[in-house]
C-alpha cells in the first residue's frame, strides 16, 4: 500500500495560517528593508496573471456586451478560447462548455474568487469522455461578477489537477462600507419562434452592519431559458435535439469582519439550482420525435443540479507579508431521470418517473504565505499548501449488472466512489533587473490512487526599450483520474455497438461484445505547456504576437486492450479498462491589436490551431475552428449614450477521420463547417446615476446553423437572429 501524506501536509497547511498569529508582532523589518522592497510589489501570482496567456473581462465589459446566460457567451471572445465538448464526437453537441487551447472543457479550472467548482464532476463520465451537463461556468449571475480572469498555458499551470488548458477565475464583486445595490432584468427574445427566449432578473445589495469592521453583500438571481423546438432541426433532414432549456435560481451571502488594521475574515454562503429544460437531446441523437419517452419529456425538467458552497477566508498583511487561509465545503446533488448506460441506449433516457440523486462532497483546505525578501536581488516567495477530499455516492451510474452473470468481479458497494490530493507548492517572483522578471515554480502533487507529480514552471518577462516586451513560459500541468475512470464499479456494457475497431470479432458469435471497467492503477494525465511572445504597447496602441504548444501525455481513454473474454451463450464479451494513450499535440498562434482613442475602444484578437491531433489517431482532441478572430468595437458618443459592435468570424472546422468505434467504420463521414460570421451591435442610455438600460441584436445576419445528426462537425445549433433589452437601476 501506498504511503499516505495527508496528515503532514495538512498540518502544514494549517500550520502556515496561525504562524501569522504567533509571528506577526515578533517579524517587524527595519525601515531600510521596507525601503529597498518598494520595487517588489507582485507576488508569483500576481506577475504570472501579467503573462501573455492571460486576460481581464471586466464588469464594464459585461454590461456593455451582456451575456443571456451563461458567462461562456463572453469567455469564449477571448484569445484561445472556443466552447465544445470534452471530444471529437460531437455528442450532447449543444451542451458546449469552455475550451482552451484545444484541450478540452475537462482540462479548463473553473474557479470563484480562488476556489475550484467542481459540480460537472458528479455528472456520468461516457464511454466516448462527454458527460451530459453544461459545465461550471453559471454558477454565478453577471451582475455580480466583478471581473472574470482567464489564464492559458505556463500561466494556468500552478493551480494543480484539471488546469491543463488554462483557468477561468471568476472574482465576485467586494462588500462596501456604504449601503449600495442594484436590481437588473434582461429578456431575449429570438426571432426564430423555434429557438428559445429568455428572461433574468437579478438584485445585489451590499452595505456595513458595522461601519468599518463588519459588512454584508447578498445576491440573488432567477434566470430562465426555453429549450428550442423539438423539431428545430428536421428543416435539414436531422434528428439531432437543439438547445436545452435552463432555469436557474442563485443566491449568495458574504459576511466580512476587518478585524484589525492588518487582517480579514470573509464567510461566503451560496446556493444555487439549476434545471435543465428538455428538448429532446441523447447522447447518440435519438429521434426525440418519435420516440416515446423523449416526445413526451420535452419541455420537463429531467434534470436538476443543487450546488451548496460554505468557506472560511483568513487573510492578513504583515510587517514580514501576507497569508491567506481558506475552508472550503461544497455540496452538489445531481438528481435525473435514469439513462441507458451501454451500446445504443447509452444517454438516452429510458424512464418517466424514476429520478435518482448522486452526492458529490468536496472538502478543500488551502493555505499559503507570501514573503518578500532582498537576497542579492528583490524576490517575492510564495509557499503553500491544499488538501482536497471528493466523497461521491452515485447509484444511478453503477446500477448496471455484469452481463457476464458475475465472471466480472465487481466491488459490492459500487456506489460509492473517493478521491484525494495533497498538495505542496513553492513559488518565487525575481526581479533580476528592472526589466527582468522571473517566476520560479514548483508544485508536488499526490493522489489518493494515481500517485505522486511533480509540476516544475518558468515564467520570464523581459522589458526591450520603452514599448517591447519578450515574455515566456515553459510548466508541466497535469490531471488526476476522474473517480468515474478509477471505480472498477463503475461498469458500461457496448452489447457490440460501441467496441473499439482494435477489438476482435470472433463469426463463431452471434453478438460480440465489450464491457468497460474502471482502472484505479492509471497514471495521470499530463502537458508540458511552452508558450512565447511578443508585446508591443505605446499610447493608444497595444499588440501582441504568441505561439503556444502543448505536448499531451497519458490522456485517459477507453481502453482497446483485452483483459479477458468470457464466452457466454451466443454472447463473446471482451473485458476492456480505462487506460492511458500516448501522446498528443496541440499548437497554435494567438494574436491581439487594440486601440484606445479615449471614448473609443477597439480591441480584436485571433487564435490560429496549427495542430490538434491525438497521434494514436490523427483525431483532433475536440471539435474547434481552424481559426477564431474577435473584434469589438465601443463607442461612448457622450457621457450617457454609447454604441458597441461585437463581430466574430470562425474558421473551417474538420471532423474527425478515422474511426474509433466499430459501427463508425460503415457511418463515419468525415465533414467540415465551412467558415461563418456572428454579428451584434447593442447600444446603451444613462437616464441619470442611477437608471440605465440596453438594447441590441445578436447575429444581426441571421447566420444561423442546424445541428446535422448526419454530420460529423455540424454538432450544434447556431442561433439566429434575436433582440435584447435591459433595464438597471443602481443605488
Not at 461578477?145 to 505556463?154: S, T
Request: with cysteine; hydrophobic share 30%.
Amino acid at each position: 500500500m501506498r504511503k499516505k501524506y495527508i496528515p503532514t501536509t495538512l498540518s502544514l497547511a494549517i500550520l502556515s495560517s496561525f504562524i501569522t498569529y504567533t509571528k506577526a508582532e515578533e517579524i517587524v523589518q527595519p525601515e531600510e528593508n521596507a525601503a529597498k522592497l518598494e520595487s517588489i510589489v507582485l507576488t508569483a501570482e500576481e506577475q504570472i496573471k501579467q503573462s501573455l496567456g492571460a486576460s481581464t473581462i471586466t464588469a464594464e465589459d459585461l454590461e456593455n456586451t451582456p451575456v443571456k446566460n451563461d458567462i461562456s457567451e463572453i469567455i469564449r471572445r477571448m484569445p484561445g478560447v472556443n466552447l465544445t465538448g470534452n471530444s471529437a464526437t460531437g455528442q450532447r453537441g449543444n451542451n458546449r462548455q469552455i475550451d482552451i487551447r484545444g484541450m478540452g472543457p475537462e482540462n479548463t479550472l473553473i474557479l470563484v474568487d480562488g476556489k475550484p467548482i467542481t459540480s460537472r464532476n458528479s455528472v456520468r463520465y461516457g464511454w466516448r469522455g462527454e458527460r451530459d451537463t453544461r459545465g461550471d461556468s453559471n454558477w454565478v449571475p453577471a451582475d455580480a461578477i466583478e471581473r472574470i480572469e482567464v489564464l492559458r498555458g505556463p500561466a494556468a499551470a500552478r493551480y494543480g489537477s484539471g488546469a491543463a488548458g488554462g483557468v477561468v477565475n471568476i472574482i465576485t464583486k467586494k462588500v462596501t462600507n456604504e449601503t449600495t445595490g442594484s436590481v437588473e432584468y434582461y429578456y431575449n427574445a429570438a426571432e426564430d419562434n423555434k429557438e428559445g427566449d429568455s428572461n433574468r432578473i437579478s438584485a445585489n445589495l451590499s452595505g456595513p452592519i458595522i461601519k468599518d469592521v463588519l459588512s454584508y453583500r447578498i445576491y440573488g438571481n432567477f434566470n430562465k431559458t426555453k429549450p428550442d423546438a423539438i423539431d428545430i432541426n428536421k428543416a435539414i433532414g436531422s434528428t439531432a435535439a437543439g438547445r436545452e432549456g435552463v432555469e436557474n435560481k442563485d443566491g449568495a451571502l458574504r459576511l466580512a469582519w476587518q478585524i484589525d488594521d492588518r487582517q480579514s475574515l470573509t464567510f461566503d454562503s451560496t446556493f444555487s439550482r439549476q434545471g435543465n429544460i428538455y428538448s429532446g437531446d441523447s447522447q447518440l441523437n435519438s429521434d426525440a420525435t418519435s420516440n416515446a419517452i423523449l416526445s413526451e419529456l420535452y419541455g420537463s425538467e429531467t434534470n436538476t443540479m443543487y450546488r451548496d458552497s460554505y468557506s472560511l477566508t483568513h487573510e492578513g498583511n504583515w510587517d514580514w507579508g501576507k497569508n491567506k487561509f481558506i475552508a472550503q465545503y461544497d455540496k452538489t446533488k445531481n438528481k435525473r431521470l435514469l439513462e441507458g448506460l451501454g451500446g445504443s441506449t447509452e444517454g438516452a433516457i429510458n424512464t418517466l418517473d424514476d429520478k435518482k440523486t448522486s452526492n458529490l462532497n468536496t472538502i478543500r483546505l488551502n493555505g499559503e504565505v507570501n514573503i518578500p525578501f532582498d537576497l542579492y536581488v528583490p524576490q517575492n516567495l510564495t509557499v503553500g499548501a491544499e488538501w482536497v477530499e471528493d466523497d461521491f455516492e452515485d447509484e444511478a451510474s453503477t446500477r448496471a449488472d455484469d452481463p457476464t452473470a458475475g465472471a466480472v468481479q465487481l466491488p459490492p458497494n459500487r456506489k460509492n466512489m473517493e478521491s484525494r490530493i495533497t498538495s505542496i507548492y513553492v513559488e518565487d517572483n525575481i526581479k533580476f533587473t528592472d526589466t527582468t522578471d522571473v517566476v520560479l515554480g514548483v508544485r508536488f502533487d499526490d493522489h489518493s490512487k494515481s500517485g505522486s507529480n511533480w509540476s516544475p514552471s518558468l515564467n520570464i518577462t523581459q522589458a526591450i526599450g520603452d514599448y517591447w516586451t519578450l515574455k515566456g513560459g515553459i510548466a508541466r500541468a497535469y490531471k488526476a483520474p476522474n473517480m468515474y475512470q478509477n471505480a472498477e464499479g463503475y461498469l458500461m456494457n457496448t452489447r457490440g455497438n460501441g467496441c473499439s475497431i482494435d477489438v476482435p470479432v470472433d463469426p463463431d458469435y452471434r453478438l460480440n461484445s465489450c464491457i468497460l471497467v474502471g482502472n484505479d492503477n492509471l497514471k495521470p494525465e499530463t502537458s508540458i505547456n511552452k508558450e512565447i511572445g511578443v508585446q508591443y504597447a505605446k499610447d493608444e496602441l497595444t499588440a501582441s504576437l504568441t505561439w503556444f504548444r502543448n505536448d499531451y501525455k497519458n490522456k485517459i481513454i477507453a481502453g482497446t486492450d483485452v483483459l479477458q473474454t468470457y464466452p457466454i451463450g451466443t454472447t463473446k464479451y471482451y473485458l476492456l479498462q480505462w487506460s492511458n494513450t500516448p501522446e498528443a499535440l496541440i499548437q497554435g498562434l494567438e494574436g491581439s491589436v487594440g486601440f484606445n482613442w479615449g471614448n473609443i475602444n477597439w480591441t480584436n484578437n485571433f487564435t490560429y490551431m496549427i495542430d490538434s491531433k491525438d497521434k494514436r489517431t490523427g483525431n483532433p482532441l475536440s471539435l474547434i475552428p481552424v481559426y477564431t478572430i474577435n473584434s469589438i468595437f465601443d463607442y461612448d458618443i457622450t457621457d450617457q449614450f454609447d454604441v458597441n459592435f461585437v463581430y466574430t468570424h470562425y474558421g473551417r472546422q474538420e471532423s474527425r477521420k478515422y474511426a474509433e468505434g466499430r459501427l463508425e467504420q460503415t457511418t463515419l463521414e468525415p465533414s467540415s463547417v465551412k467558415s461563418y460570421g456572428v454579428a451584434g451591435i447593442n447600444f446603451g442610455y444613462k437616464f441619470n446615476n442611477n437608471l440605465s438600460t440596453r438594447f441590441g441584436v445578436n447575429n444581426l445576419f441571421d447566420e444561423k446553423k442546424l445541428r446535422d445528426s448526419t454530420s460529423s462537425s455540424q454538432t450544434y445549433n447556431e442561433p439566429g437572429r434575436a433582440y435584447y433589452a435591459s433595464v438597471k437601476y443602481d443605488f
